[in-house]
């Protein structure tokens, strides 16, 4: 029994070894150093760093519009300019604005715009837009920019107006601004409201 397992042994070196030989000759050979699964994935141990440049969903952090941002990044989608605060209250002292050049439309609801408005603003609420045409149409054609508001945030119906007088009215894309921010923003800075219908001459300040 001793012997026959002493013979096996000895094929299998004998075997083994005229197997390298043949390896090592051959151009066709496995290169026995190289890394043959070097693209396999290995298990990493608790605690283990990552490779360097690696990726861990723990350092990504996703930023999440607030409602005004959503809003502006929706409105210059749809090739709409968008004005700040700054630029509204330049608008609104501009000498233009005395002459009807540079204009402010209200595109919310009656009783809305009755408690108060931007001085002088048109109203135009896209939901009911021919009972308003008469007045604001008119004074859109001669306008050089036409500011539209809401507010603000996520109400859309300053965008409705817009689209409305781009589109179906052919007021040129460059006249028109979307104040963003909204009437509530232009309330907050302390601006002038006027009260009732347009120049009503009920003008008080807005709460800081």
Known sequence: MKKVLVETALVAIIGVTLALAANAFS???????????????????????MPQGGTNSTNITQHILSPAEAAIARLRE??????????????????????????FIDARKDEEYSQGHIPGAYQLDPMYKEKY??????????????????????????EFAAEFLRGSAGIPNEKLFIYANGIPAWQARGLPIEKGDRKSGQISSGTK
Do not use: M
């Open 78 to 103: 749809k090739g709409l300019q968008v004005a700040d605060d700054e630029k509204i209250q330049t608008l609104f002292h501009d000498p233009r604005y005395e002459q009807g050049l540079v204009i």
């Open 27 to 49: 151009s066709r050979g496995l290169k026995l150093g190289n890394d043959y699964f070097h693209g396999a994935t290995r298990p990493s141990k608790p605690g283990s760093a």
């Open 133 to 158: 045409l008469g007045a604001a149409l008119p004074a859109c054609t001669l306008a050089q920019q036409i500011v539209i508001y809401c507010h603000g945030g996520d109400c859309e119906l300053s």
